[in-house]
């Protein structure tokens, strides 16, 4: 379950026009470099060749950068389990965290020897990737 | 083999010529612009985090009313009750003359969480004393989310309108913090809402392990103690009364038993959970000494004065945790430290004790979610 911003303006007017006008002049430079190919001059090619390439490099970033923001608005509450254990035989039972429950609350009988059981924890599990400091 | 900038950009062609002036229009623009182009790049950054901060915000306003309409099934609409405690204050005491500033600070406290659980009942007039608690707390995580907002918001507002790169630099510096922690009251919310335990609650979740069977008696404010035989040695046991969200006053209940035993007691061990650092694990336990009692320090200052007065040595046990894992749901790693600090506290007690003693064992922390 994630829930996101209803109404959130994701591209200003300026930041669209800076990218197409970046992808123009990118487009531009590569006929450049296209022309200075043709005419034998191979390192103004080369140079407009770079220009354009990184023109167009600039704008999918600035692009991909908007995506990542409009990601960053999304949040997903975590999974709360709660253990429910027999103190007589052991027997085990893990469900979802329901309202009401507690830790040490003493909860429905055990199937197997009919004993109460008692909620024994009540925890969120976050899988977390291997960090290089910690 | 560099080409002359002259040759790069050939005036003899119409693409030339645009490439050329953007290239002059990019140094000017920058040179002359600069800054303010960097104002606006954080006033953006700042305006997106603040919709962010809106939006957990309103939401933690929804949750509220919902939960009260649950539990405490009104018979009016609580959402303008709810709309007008969220603007609540509670003004510290002066400090001019820090004399007694204690005891000043206590009143007030004591003021507002009495004044805070009457609005809770009249907002939720069916709900028992446990929902109650719990319900005062999730009002508390919204009027914090809300203050937050209103906090940015000013700070935003205020560059916006004056331009100033300090006022806004200042804000986005400490905007992932501030994200950090208001992510955190979220989930808090959350977890008050529908009273599950939080990472705080790992003190009172330890006192509870070791008194489980045993009698309790109120010892104080929403505190609980129990008389525990451990290791050869006589446990006072106390914690937060629970399973409502409840901190208690520990350190009115520790100077209760210190003075009931005319001072005759061999240790203190206080177990709360404590800030970590980044790069440590959470979960992580680690011993020193002194009270072990977090919030705004009139426990503390309690405990101090009377561990001075009858020279009781005071030892700490913590369980390290950020902030977000302190008012958030238990994490598994918190919940797995809480045997390995019994371990600890049991160590202590046999280096620190001798057969028969007497000594107080406080769990400290927001008992929500967790019986005894």
Redesign the interface.
Same mark, same amino acid.
């Given at each position: 379950m994630s829930?996101t911003?209803p109404s959130?303006k994701k591209f200003s007017f300026f930041f669209l026009a800076i990218v197409f006008?970046t992808i123009a002049?990118s487009i531009?430079?590569f %006929?450049?470099a296209f022309?200075a190919y043709n005419v034998g001059?191979v390192?103004?090619g080369h %140079? %407009?060749m770079l220009?354009g390439v990184s023109g167009l490099a600039l704008s999918t970033y600035m692009v991909f950068q908007t995506r990542r923001?409009a990601l960053?608005?999304t949040?997903t509450?975590?999974r *709360?389990a709660t253990t429910i254990l027999c103190q007589k035989c052991g027997f085990k039972n893990i469900r979802d %965290?329901e309202?009401?429950?507690? *830790?040490?609350?003493e909860t429905e009988e055990c199937p197997k020897c009919k004993e109460k059981m008692m909620i024994n924890?009540?925890?969120?599990? *976050?899988n977390e990737k291997k960090k290089r400091?910690? | 083999m560099i080409p002359e900038v002259s040759q790069l950009f050939p005036q003899d062609n119409i693409l030339g010529w645009i490439i050329q002036i953007t290239w002059l229009a990019f140094f000017v623009v920058f040179m002359f612009y600069g800054q303010r182009i960097q104002m606006y790049v954080m006033l953006r950054e700042v305006q997106s985090s603040l919709l962010r901060l809106k939006l957990i915000r309103d939401k933690g306003r929804k949750t509220t009313i919902t939960t009260i309409n649950e539990l405490g099934k009104p018979k009016e609409d609580p959402t303008a009750k709810v709309d007008q405690f969220l603007e609540y204050i509670a003004i510290a005491p002066q400090n001019m003359d820090p004399s007694g500033i204690v005891w000043k600070l206590e009143h007030i406290l004591d003021v507002r969480d009495t004044r805070f659980k009457d609005e809770v009942k009249l907002m939720a007039p069916e709900a028992d004393e446990t929902q109650i608690n719990n319900l005062e707390n999730t009002l508390e995580a919204a009027l914090a989310l809300n203050v937050i907002y209103k906090v940015i918001r000013h700070f935003y507002l205020l560059g916006k309108k004056t331009l100033s790169l300090y006022i806004i630099m200042q804000i986005q510096m400490v905007l992932p913090l501030v994200m950090k922690e208001a992510e955190a009251f979220a989930s808090a919310l959350k977890a008050f809402s529908s009273g599950q335990p939080i990472g705080d609650g790992a003190g009172a979740l330890v006192a509870a392990r070791l008194m489980l069977g045993h009698r309790k008696r109120k010892i104080a404010k929403d505190v609980v103690m129990a008389t525990v035989p451990l290791e050869g040695r006589t446990a006072y046991v106390l914690k937060a009364e629970g399973p409502g969200g409840n901190v208690g006053k520990p350190g009115e209940a520790m100077k209760h038993i210190i003075e009931e035993n005319g001072g005759k007691i061999a240790t203190i061990i206080a177990i709360d959970a404590a800030q970590k650092l980044e790069g440590e694990k959470p979960g992580e336990v680690a011993e020193g000494v002194g009270v072990a009692i977090g919030g705004p320090g009139v426990e503390q200052y309690k405990v101090e004065e009377t561990v001075l007065k009858y020279k009781i040595p005071v030892n700490a046990v913590i369980i390290k945790e950020d902030i977000g894992d302190a008012v958030s749901p238990m994490r598994k790693e918190i919940f797995d430290a809480v045997d390995v600090a019994i371990e600890r506290i049991k160590r202590l007690i046999l280096e620190r004790t001798k057969k028969g003693d007497s000594l107080i064992i406080a769990g400290i922390g927001n008992t929500i979610g967790i019986g005894q």
């Open positions: 829930e911003a959130t006008i002049l531009a430079a %006929f450049q022309d001059q390192e103004n %140079f %407009f220009i923001r960053r608005l949040f509450p975590p *709360i %965290f309202r009401g429950d507690f *830790i040490f609350k924890s009540i925890f969120r599990e *976050i400091w910690g | -």
